[in-house]
């Protein structure tokens, strides 16, 4: 069964597969190609660091591991025990991010991870309902008068 979590598009899409453990590229013309695979912990969201990494929650660790863009070694970047029960994650412009957690032992809360990945608070609780996922909100600028 495939079950894709974490899809996000800048023209070709990335697509994290949990229960194979994967992380895919899909392009326009809708090649398939496996960015890396074997990742264990259930990866349930993905985008990208600045320099074009993926940044890769996993539900089953709630942690949030580092895949080179290049290949090469997986490094965990925020450890378990920090976050819980992560659903996603989003860049916030600057380096770092935002996680969605739902339920779970922590509640549910919007966290942001900086660039060196020191994670606060940004709102939630246990009584906050449940987050599923994040979104950047576009901001439209009228044009001048």
Do not use: C
Not at 43 to 49: A, E, I, L, M, R
Not at 125 to 132: H, K, V
């Amino acid at each position: 069964m495939v079950e894709p979590t974490g899809i996000y598009g800048f023209g070709d899409y990335v697509v994290t597969l949990p229960l194979q453990g994967e992380l895919q590229r899909i392009d326009s013309g809708g090649l398939i190609t496996s960015i890396a695979s074997g990742i264990s912990g259930g990866p349930v969201g993905v985008t990208n660091f600045p320099n074009g990494d993926y940044a890769v929650a996993l539900s089953s660790f709630d942690s949030i591991v580092r895949i080179p863009r290049n290949g090469g070694a997986v490094t965990t970047w925020v450890p378990s025990g920090v976050l819980g029960n992560i659903k996603d994650l989003l860049p916030d412009g600057e380096g770092g991010f935002y996680v969605t957690e739902a339920g779970g032992t922590m509640g549910s809360r919007l966290m942001h991870v900086d660039p060196v990945g020191a994670v606060t608070q940004v709102l939630g609780n246990s009584a906050f309902g449940i987050l599923q996922a994040a979104a950047i909100a576009p901001n439209f600028i009228p044009p001048p008068t």
